[in-house]
């Protein structure tokens, strides 16, 4: 595969080399920065559920790279054998995590490509899957930088910034979504300071958001997910600024377990709630946030931090890793074409339908 342009300056989770996939462990941080490398689509495949790679825009990036390992390995020279060989190789990667729409909408894109283009020999698919997979990672960094323009201009100079869990470069291919919009903002020369909360269990905010700010030198404060509504009572919160890993059609929003409180703490202080995704974690075939898939992961994320154990020995536990905020409480919903709020049916259906 061509390899991605590389800037040092720029936190990339994922990157091409050499015809392989390198992705920085993300469970490992901040402690140690270790990249690991792909060779193949099942070990992509383990990466995506393992959360080595995590974050709806990069678990897409990821698949469609691991789709591509997929169809180099396929050996046979018909195009229609190829391409059942192919779907068998997305529903492997698809099976990974349900609730991120990223990961399905990237897949239907490398699948569509070779759907379409039946005619062609297995080399040039293989090469034009290739090409699809590079731009899908191009794409979604072009789409977040557009998004962080559009909704710096939502942020005052000064601003102090709630967000949840990460939905910085680390989530994507490059750049970020909710963090996109702050970085954005300081490039325009306003100072923005953050208050990152730990995000229990798999603590992203502390681990991750607070890591990739403080590299980048922006003020960044962590606190415990049960403090927000302390410090927003003290008006010490301006907004806030969360990802998305699904929106459904009429502007519910499926992310991170925890999402939904701060929505409210967000609505009995009267702060705005803002959603940053682009268009491709918008599901327009979902009427609402109830038809989410909701993805439970192991209970020994809430019982235990690595080897040490938290909780009493066979507890029952509920570890469900997201929740769905009402569109009611979103303020608005940023993505690359625009800023939709209101009525978010129509206003999402026409950011979705110009692309």
Known sequence: MSTCPVDSRVIRPIRFIAGQCQM????????????????????????????????????????????????RDIETESSWEFYQEFE???AVLLATRPTAVNLSWALERMK??????????????????????????????KANRQLGQHGESLLADGARVLTHCNAGALATAAYGTALG????AVEAGKKISVIADETRPFLQGARL????????????????????????SKGEI????VGADRIAANGDVAN??????????????????????????????LSDGTLIPIEERDGREITHFKDLQLAPEGISVRNPAFDVTPHRLVTAIITEYGIVDGDYLTGLNQIVNRR
């Not at 991170?256 to 075939?285: Q, R």
Request: with cysteine; charged share 20%.
């Open 24 to 71: 920085l462990d993300q469970r490992l941080l901040p402690v140690e920065e270790v990249w690991r490398t792909y060779k193949t689509y099942q070990e992509v495949a383990e990466a995506i559920r393992t959360m080595v790679v995590r974050g709806a825009p990069a678990i897409g990036v990821a698949a469609a790279i691991g789709a591509w390992f997929g169809a």
């Open 88 to 90: 068998k190789v997305c």
């Open 112 to 141: 569509h490509f070779t759907q379409s283009n039946l005619e062609r020999s297995v080399m040039e698919l293989k090469i034009g899957l290739e090409y699809e997979a590079l731009a899908i990672t191009q794409e979604d960094e």
């Open 181 to 184: 919009m702050i970085r954005a």
């Open 209 to 232: 958001t607070a890591w990739e700010l403080q590299k980048e030198n922006i003020p960044v404060t962590l606190i415990c997910d049960n403090m927000a509504g302390y410090l927003m």
């Open 238 to 241: 301006d907004c806030v600024i």
């Open 256 to 285: 991170k377990i925890g999402t939904y409180t701060v929505a409210i703490l967000a609505k009995e202080h009267n702060l705005p709630f803002y959603v940053a995704a682009p268009i491709s974690t918008i599901d327009l075939s």
